[in-house]
């Protein structure tokens, strides 16, 4: 009958949004809390709902016919993850910032970075309004909300929007370097910046184009210092 009646007795106690059934409010809860209980038996990712793990689940592990990447032997559902998968290994950066000429390896990333030039904050906090740019960021500060803790250092008390970054960010302090690059021996903590040594340092991949001349460069710094040739012109 509440379905009906239109009343929804189950409220959010941190945004007062309601809900009809128990377990909606508590799927809802795990957006204020960063909880993540269902978990890939595969890869050990985590996520909050379990819709969302059944889809990755189907992409990234199902069954059926398989296209597979001859570098790493990883195998995809669908050709178009493997094409996208197969740029980490080729370090193509096929789209780049047309205010400065960055680039990134998904579109999603580029429309990212965007927000960093138009300002625009698409996360907002339901409970004061405060907008972000990153979801991430959103997670982080509901839990000034909710009284949860955020993952702190041990040894330098550093907090960090969640566990994976407390993670990497430890082996700065353990000395542990588990990415090295072959060409070079050279260890990181992350694979992004194994990623990000691997284009700049062995690809000849130069990212920072002038849009004027379009001349490369390895950092954004001598891009900058070459637009002055540009500005004296």
Known sequence: MLTHSGQLPHPCNVCEKKFLFTSDLKRHARIHSGERPFCCYACSRKFADSSCLRVHVRRRH???????????DRNFVDSSYLKAHLRVHSLGRPYRCKLCSKQYLHSS?????????????PYS?????????????????????????????????????????LKVHMRLHSGEFPYRCEMCTKKFADS??????LVRTHAGHLPYC???C???????SELKRHLRVHARL
Do not use: W
């Open 62 to 72: 199902g069954s059926g016919q398989r296209h597979h990447c001859n570098v790493c």
């Open 214 to 220: 379009t001349k490369q460069f390895l950092y954004p």
């Open 109 to 121: 990333h580029l429309k990212a970075h965007i927000r960093t030039h138009s300002g625009e904050r």
């Open 125 to 165: 906090c339901s409970v004061c309004d405060r907008k972000f740019q990153y979801l991430s960021y959103l997670r982080y500060h509901m839990r000034s909300h909710s009284g949860e803790e955020a993952p702190s250092c041990s040894v330098c008390n550093k907090t960090f929007v969640n566990s994976a970054y």
């Open 192 to 197: 992004s910046n194994l990623k990000r040594h």
């Open 210 to 212: 002038c849009y004027e």
